[in-house]
Every structure is written in structure tokens, then in C-alpha cells.
């Protein structure tokens, strides 16, 4: 054990109500693991909060010690910024808490939620609010770079239904920040990730969902990947906005509704997510079937949450990832062909290259009312890269990086800072664009020595 794990435990053990965990005691190895296996640090000590009082003491031995500091939402971003080596982390996986208030449609959420935490709260009462698609995903990391889901054609990012937040400084202090209390902070955190405070109660606007929603998958060959991609292009374009379709192109899972024979070809899928009446659904999805022809389909009402984890079984923890992304405002033929190209050169079986549609209400937003700025991006294009051995790591990185070079003169300027890898901090500023200058400002007012700096860094 490191002396600083030592001082760690002995100092925060009496200040705090949360568990001081280090190396070589029990549950510290199962701490340290994230969702992406390709990360492997070690902290002088991970700290399960339990409230947030435990925070700013943690602050305080990090400073005083010299000490890194990072912060664990439910550690799925795949830069690996949830943890550190050889300092202080401040874990909130006990604090999952999610407190509805059905009658003004809001929700109050620990940072440990995750989507499925929030998604299970508040559909007990048919509502809910914007998230991403893996209902295993952190609520705190995901809102605070931005968030995207099924609902938000319809009801914009997570930021956008983000109310007011319970902060803790660099300084250790409490603070609120909503649009009349420290609305610089607000502003700044919308979007500006992790760089500004410890977020410790998240509140939420929420909206009239399901429970039940029409939802599921029509998977085309993928010799047919260039009809299906033009006339899905053109389909989203008059597509009412509770419709949501994006696109997938790997190789076909072993689905039940795919003849055998398919499992593990390249194919093209579209699932579909319709929040509306669900005897329009029908009517709404007919045309994809004379996209081209499908190998299989299936569709049908089901409860909102469980829809929200479909796709968990392949995003599962413990592989290797790599990601790279880029934003469009539009799928040009030149794009399509990039996509088609790299889609047909997986070099692991879990790759894949997947479009998100965000084409809606994130729109009708000015790039300036908050940090998170790309509110021309109608798409945003993941490359996601997945293998399990280390072996592979080279292939399967250099497939990602040409593919995001390839396709580079199509996209529009800017990048989602929640799909950013731990090397692309150069990408940081322009990931902000015309936002970056005042970021960097509240960066100094708030965090100007930097403590805050795991994560995608706005140098003070
Ligand atoms: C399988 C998978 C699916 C995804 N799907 C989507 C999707 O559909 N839509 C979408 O928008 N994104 C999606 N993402 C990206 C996701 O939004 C980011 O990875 C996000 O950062 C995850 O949040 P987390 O809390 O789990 O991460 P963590 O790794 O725990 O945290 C990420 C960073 O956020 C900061 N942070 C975390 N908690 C706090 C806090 N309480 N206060 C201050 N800073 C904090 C820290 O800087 C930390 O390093 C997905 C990611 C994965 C792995």
C-alpha cells in the first residue's frame, strides 16, 4: 500500500461517512474497473461517497496532497477520465437516488443514477426526460456533456431539460447553479463536462412518455446499403419528430428474428423509437419496408424501459473500445459512400458504425444559450470500435482513425465531447467553437488552478 493510500484512509475515514477504499483492501479492484476494459488505473484511494457532504473534504485532501483528482458518474465514458492513477476518486456509485415530484414533472438525481435509475423512476408515473440509449450509462457524465437519445427529436439534448444543478467548487463550497443562480456556472456546465465543480443533485424537466412506446428493428443486407442510406436520408427529412430512426451498420447479432444464415454478416439496421399514438406507428413505418428488402423485422408496443435497454446486451463492460466521432448537418452522397466503404472493412465482429438522429427540437436552440454549442448537427456519426483482445488493438484503432479521417471533409465543425477519446484533448477548443473563449473565462472564475482537470480539459 502507497503511503498516500494509507493517509488517505486514515485522514478521510473520520470526515467522512462514505467508504475509503484503496489498493489491497477489499473492493477495490471491482472499483477500478470501467466500462471500457482498455483503461487500467490505479487510484491512492476511491472514495464511495454516500452524500454530499463527503465531497469537499475529499477536495481538501487532494489539494493539500498534491493529489489528482477525478471524478466516477457510472464510469462508461470512454475516455477513462472516471479515474486517476495515484490520486483521489471520488466515486458516486452509492448515490443512485432518483426523487420524482409528479405533480411539477420534475425529477431530482443523484450523480450515481444511471439511465436506467431515472428511466425506472420516472416511468413509474409515465413520464421521463431525454437520455441516451444504454440504460447502463451515467447520468451525471452523460447530461454534462450533453446527452442524446430516442426522445430528443422531440424534446432536445438532456441539457436542454437540465433545470437547476447542486454543485460543490474547487474551493469545497456548496453552490446551486439553475438559469437565476450563478447562471454563468449553469451556462458553463451545460455541455462543458466535468471542468467546473462536482455536480451532486441533477433536476430535470420531464415529460408525458408511454409507458408503453412503438419501437424495434428492420435489418436490410448490406449490399443494399447504399438505396437504404439514400432513401432513409430523405425519409428523416419530413419525418415527424416523435419518429426516431437511427442507423447501425455491423454484423448481425444472433437475433431470433434473422434467419441463421445471416448472424454475423454485415447488415444494415434501422431501429425505430415512435413515442406517438401507437395506432399511427403502423401507418408511420410502412414506407421502410420498400427501402429495399429486409432480411428480417420486428416491431411492436412495449414499455419505454424496456425498450431503453435493447441495446445493453452489446454494449456490454469489459471489452476494448475506441471511439471516434464527427457531427453533420446533412448525409451527402460523398459521406454515404465513406460510411458504406469503412462499413463493409469491420475488423472485429462488435465494430460497428452507427448514425444517431437529432434532427428537431436540439435545432430550435442558439449555439450560444449554453456550452454545448452544435445545434446545426442533425446527425452525429459514431465510430465505435470493440474487440476483447489486446492484440487486436492496433487493427481495430487504425480502422477508427482512417475512417474518421476519411469521412472528416463531410462533417460540420465542432465534436460531442462525450464521445471523445483521452487523446483528443487538442480537439477540445474546437470542439466548443465560439463558445470556448467564454468557457475558458468561467473556467477561471471557478476552477482557475485547475483541480478540475480530468476530463476534456478547458485550460484556465
Ligand atoms: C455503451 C455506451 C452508450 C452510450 N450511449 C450514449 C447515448 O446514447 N447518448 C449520449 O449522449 N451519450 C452516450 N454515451 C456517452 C456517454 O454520454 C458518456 O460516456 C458519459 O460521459 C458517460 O457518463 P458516466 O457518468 O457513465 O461516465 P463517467 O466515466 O463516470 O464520467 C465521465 C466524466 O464526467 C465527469 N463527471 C462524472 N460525474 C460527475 C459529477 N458528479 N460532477 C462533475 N463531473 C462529473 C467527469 O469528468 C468524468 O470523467 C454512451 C456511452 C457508452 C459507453
Known sequence: MTTQSLKAREELEGRIKGNVLIPEGSGYEEARQIWNAMIDRRPAAIVQCVEADDVPPLIRFAKENGLELSIRGAGHNIAGNALCDNGITIDFSRMKNVRVDVGKKRAYVEPGATLADLDEATQAHGLATPVGINSTTGIAGLTLGGGFGWLTRKYG????????????????EKIGASETDNADLFWAIRGGGGNFGVVTQFEFQLFPVGPEIFAGLIVFPFIQAKQILNKYRQFVESAPEDLNIWVVLRKAPPLPFLPANVHGKEVVVLPVFYSGAAAEAEKLIAPLRAFGKAHGEHFGAQPYVAWQKAFDPLLTPGARNYWKSHNFTGLGDAALNSIIEFAGRLPSPQCEIFIGLIAGAPNR????????????????????????????????????????RASEPYASAGAYVNFMTAEEGDRVAAAYGSNYDRLREIKNRYDPKNVFHLNQNIKP
Request: proline share 4%.
Open 157 to 172: 439534448m438532456t441539457i436542454d431539460n437540465l433545470l437547476s444543478v447542486d454543485m460543490i467548487t474547487a474551493e469545497g
Open 365 to 404: 436552440v442558439p449555439p450560444g444559450a449554453m456550452a454545448y454549442g452544435h445545434r446545426d448537427a442533425r446527425f452525429v456519426l459514431n465510430v465505435h470500435s470493440r474487440w476483447e483482445d489486446a492484440k487486436e488493438d492496433q487493427k481495430c484503432i487504425g480502422w477508427a482513425r482512417e475512417f474518421f
